[in-house]
């Protein structure tokens, strides 16, 4: 989560993919137990072991990379897209309510899904998997709250 | 006031590569499980030929894996071929290589392609060599036969600080060796202290410095039963 000057900035946590490194961590892990065991080794094992690894660690960081929000002074902005990105402006005058959504695992970690819910009820914008869900909404919050006073004045 | 504006549903989609990696990694995991704590030959040996445990010979019997590091025997015979002869010379000594006569000087590389012929290796030198060559180098510098045909090569003595037999085949080595000796990539692993040590149709590299001896190679599963009773141990290990 990175912040800037009243602006905060978000992208899929890294906590989403903590599978995938577990996944990198085992393979390792046989590696070197079948190493101290002193069981043979099949000679590709090594390479193919770190292709893999290297494989996933690019896969999720490209995978991070398709998706990011954006809260500013007036809207949440989602990017989306890796060449041709396509952003979505939700204002804060359309919104009504916001949750956070978190499974045990989620919940666990501290990452989880803000559900953004608009006035209409018709479409609600889920922003999935962010880093410290309720950091996000008690930001968000403190966002509209400042937005909706300077309009009611 | 603003208007509003209405957005659709961002649903992100989910990270569908997670099955595929799921899947690798299963089949990666399994794979380093079976070829290192199930597999003896056979799936190992199909992939890679860097990585065998028997290896099947033409005729279809086995021969084994063998790595050694042990002392120099007193004298051994080489009586066999080799696909490289590679000396660096302790002492000067001279040589004949056809119907030259070279004299080597110390230190000097001297290396024979295709060897095939008879020598006396003796306490760090090499003795009685005569043999034929498809090309011999001294010092980098080639000597064939214009024709293509094998050269002869002879020498008295040589001493060696290094000496090393690519690809050579003995019919027998045995002596009462110190050392150490791995069969199979480490499976069994014995240590010689001045006790006989026995191997018959070598095939593989030896390489000799002053006071080791190395062998990493090839040998026929019925010298090691041999080795094995020796030792009472028994063979289907």
Known sequence: MKKEEGELYVRNS?????????MILVLIGTLLYIMYRGKPLHPLAWRMVLSFSLFVIIATEIHRLGNSYQINSRSIVHNHGYFSISSR?????????SNVRQNLWQRLFNY???????????????????DQPYVFVEFLQRKMKNFRGGIGR | MNEPELIKDSHQKK???GFFISLIFIGLFLFLVYTSFYDTAGFTKKISGNF????????????LRIRAELDIPDQFVVDSSARKLSFKLKEAAAISVGTEHIDLEKDASFIVDNFNGRFIVAGGAISQLE???????VNGISLKDKSGETISISFDELTYNYARFDEITLSEINYAARGILYVNEDKLVMRF???PFYLEDYEGNMELGRNYLRLEGKSGELN????????SLNSSY
């Open chain 1, 112 to 130: 989880g899904t803000v559900e953004v819910h608009l006035f209409s009820r018709e479409n609600t914008t889920f922003i999935k998997n962010v």
């Open chain 1, 14 to 22: 890294r906590k989403l993919y903590i599978g995938f490194y577990i």
């Open chain 2, 224 to 231: 090691m039963q041999k080795l094995f009773k020796k030792y």
């Open chain 2, 193 to 195: 202290n001045n006790e």
């Open chain 2, 15 to 17: 990270f569908s590569g």
């Open chain 2, 52 to 63: 065998i445990d028997a290896v099947d010979k033409e005729d279809g019997s086995e021969q």
């Open chain 2, 131 to 137: 043999g034929t060559a498809s090309e011999v180098f």
């Open chain 1, 89 to 97: 402006r939700l204002e804060f005058s359309a919104i009504s309510d």
